[in-house]
């Protein structure tokens, strides 16, 4: 579905990717995985067009996105729930959701997928009319994520869900991604800090360093990898009931 291949880019003179490659397979969910600056939100924002590659290509259902504007991109069946969530604190639960599907013209469809939304988060189908400003962080994260499904996307890109969040709304939003792509059939590309809890519901993930992978495989291998539990699950003894679930899994 999504391939990025020898992939380069960076802002002015700064060089964020230095040849990139990945692959997401439609109906998965794949983890990007990497410490602060090694260019997982980059991937992502290249990936939807805002920011042009310098070198190598990216392609989604084998069409070359290079140069393609993020509203075309969108069109496609690309849509990106930015790190930060990035709410309109001004406008209502129902007003943001109806700007994710500012492309679409279908009005029945529309507002049959805003009654999925609702029925998907009840948190959001009760607070319908509340400004963005009055949520909570784990409201306003999940009303960025409903936004981002009202392009009926078949790729979803997620910044960092869990950033900010309480341990108890982590998980909430792990289980929601997790529903996501087994009810909705949506495919996920996942950039987490939460490294054990974003390889418990992916099926492979990639590991960026200054801008390469460094690592790939199956999220059970890479759980129990270790210089990924090392460097992000805080070391050898760290999280070991998580290598389990895994295993289960």
């Known amino acids: 579905m999504l391939e990025l291949t020898d992939v380069?880019?960076?802002y002015g003179h700064v060089a964020a990717l230095r040849g990139v490659s990945l692959a997401v397979r439609e109906g998965e969910i794949v983890a990007l995985l990497g410490a602060n600056g090694a260019g997982k939100s980059t991937t992502l924002r290249l990936i939807s067009g805002l920011v042009h590659p310098t070198q190598g290509e990216a392609t989604f259902a084998g069409r070359p996105l290079r140069r393609l504007p993020p509203e075309a991109i969108i069109r496609l069946g690309i849509a990106h729930v930015p790190e930060g969530r990035r709410v309109f604190p001004g406008l209502t639960v129902r007003e943001n959701m109806?700007?994710?599907?500012?492309i679409r013209r279908d009005t029945s469809g529309i507002a049959a997928d805003?009654?999925?939304?609702f029925a998907l988060f009840p948190d959001l189908a009760r607070l319908r009319g509340a400004l963005g400003w009055t949520l909570s962080g784990g409201q306003q994260q999940m009303l960025a994520i409903a936004r981002g499904l009202m392009a009926r996307p078949r790729l979803l890109l997620?910044?960092?869900?869990s950033l900010g969040l309480a341990p108890i709304l982590?998980?909430?939003v792990f289980r929601t991604i997790e529903q996501i792509n087994?009810?909705?059939g949506t495919t996920v590309l996942l950039v987490?800090?939460?490294?054990?809890?974003?390889?418990?519901?992916?099926?492979r993930g990639y590991v960026l360093e200054t801008g390469r992978v460094a690592l790939e495989g199956a999220a059970g291998e890479l759980l129990r990898n270790p210089e990924v539990r090392?460097?992000?699950?805080?070391?050898?003894?760290?999280?070991?009931?998580?290598?389990?679930?895994s295993r289960a899994h």
Do not use: C, I, K, T
């Not at 109806?98 to 500012?102: D, I, K």
């Not at 997620?158 to 869900?161: A, H, I, Q």
């Not at 939460?194 to 099926?203: C, G, H, I, T």
């Not at 090392?230 to 679930?245: F, H, K, N, S």
């Open 170 to 172: 982590v998980q909430s």
């Open 8 to 10: 380069h880019a960076g």
């Open 98 to 102: 109806r700007l994710g599907a500012a």
């Open 192 to 203: 987490e800090q939460n490294a054990s809890m974003a390889l418990r519901v992916a099926a």
């Open 114 to 117: 805003m009654d999925r939304m």
């Open 230 to 245: 090392e460097a992000y699950l805080g070391g050898r003894g760290a999280d070991r009931d998580a290598v389990d679930r």
């Open 182 to 184: 087994r009810e909705l």
């Open 158 to 161: 997620m910044d960092e869900p």
